[in-house]
């Protein structure tokens, strides 16, 4: 008998903002025992802090636009050189432009990637809802996912925020932006034969157990390096 395939390890989930991928990323990385990184959360804390990597995203991040690919490339390599990055990742805002996927080829070449697939008229209504811990970075939705108690985390008890880029008028250029420069990641994961789709309509344990399948099927076979020549 041949044994099941190892799960696919090193894995981005790719999408428009407002598709779900941080909660499911979180989700699924804790349960496998692999890396979740969001470059979002990871340059929302540079900001929070006040450091020189935040003051540089702020302007950009407020706007809706793309920080500059040589700052987050940084911060991607650096976390995924870290040791526990070796059992696996899963990455979910990065990459978002052609350059950023050509650079994680060079550092970390991937064995999934999977298109979250949604009705692009649900996005500004899922981001418009959307509130944010500043503490601990759970996500909630006014109507999806409410708190338990209003305007408060049911981890910490801190108040809820709005994201400042899910504001109308960030949201408008992040779509756009989305459409732009992230949409033609999609062609070029496809004819890398590494792209995976997954319909994102239903209940989160729905779309997780969707993902699940996907993980556990492993890489593909047009995916391994030796095919990819
Ligand atoms: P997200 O939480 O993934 O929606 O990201 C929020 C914002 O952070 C984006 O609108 C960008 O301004 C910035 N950002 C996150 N990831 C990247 C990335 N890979 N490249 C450039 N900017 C990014």
């Known amino acids: 008998m041949t044994p099941p395939p190892a799960p696919a390890r090193r894995i981005v989930f790719l999408g428009p903002p407002g598709a779900g991928k941080g909660t499911q990323a979180a989700e699924l990385a804790r349960e496998l025992g692999f890396v979740h990184l969001s470059t979002g959360d990871l340059?929302?804390?540079?900001?929070?802090?006040?450091?020189?990597?935040?003051?540089?995203?702020?302007?950009?991040?407020?706007?809706?636009?793309?920080?500059?690919?040589?700052?987050?490339?940084?911060?991607?390599?650096?976390?995924?050189?870290?040791?526990?990055?070796?059992?696996?990742?899963?990455?979910?805002?990065?990459?978002?432009?052609?350059?950023?996927?050509?650079?994680?080829?060079?550092?970390?070449?991937?064995?999934?990637?999977?298109?979250?697939?949604?009705?692009?008229?649900?996005?500004?209504?899922?981001?418009?809802?959307?509130?944010?811990?500043?503490?601990?970075?759970?996500?909630?939705?006014?109507?999806?996912?409410?708190?338990?108690?209003?305007?408060?985390?049911?981890?910490?008890?801190?108040?809820?925020?709005?994201r400042p880029d899910d504001r109308p008028e960030a949201v408008e250029v992040r779509l756009r932006v989305y459409a732009e420069q992230t949409a033609p990641l999609l062609d070029y994961y496809r004819d890398l034969g590494l792209l995976r789709a997954v319909d994102v309509a239903g209940t989160p344990a729905e779309v997780a157990s969707r993902l699940r399948r996907l993980i556990a099927a492993g890489p593909t076979a047009a995916g391994s390096p030796a095919e990819r020549l």
């Open 43 to 162: 340059l929302r804390a540079a900001v929070a802090e006040g450091s020189d990597l935040g003051r540089a995203a702020d302007g950009h991040i407020r706007a809706g636009r793309l920080v500059p690919d040589e700052l987050v490339l940084a911060i991607v390599r650096e976390r995924l050189g870290r040791p526990d990055a070796r059992a696996g990742f899963i990455l979910d805002g990065f990459p978002r432009n052609l350059a950023q996927a050509r650079a994680l080829e060079g550092f970390a070449p991937l064995e999934l990637v999977v298109a979250f697939e949604i009705d692009p008229r649900q996005l500004v209504a899922r981001l418009s809802g959307r509130r944010i811990c500043p503490n601990c970075g759970t996500v909630y939705h006014l109507d999806a996912r409410p708190p338990r108690v209003a305007g408060r985390c049911d981890r910490d008890g801190t108040e809820l925020v709005q």
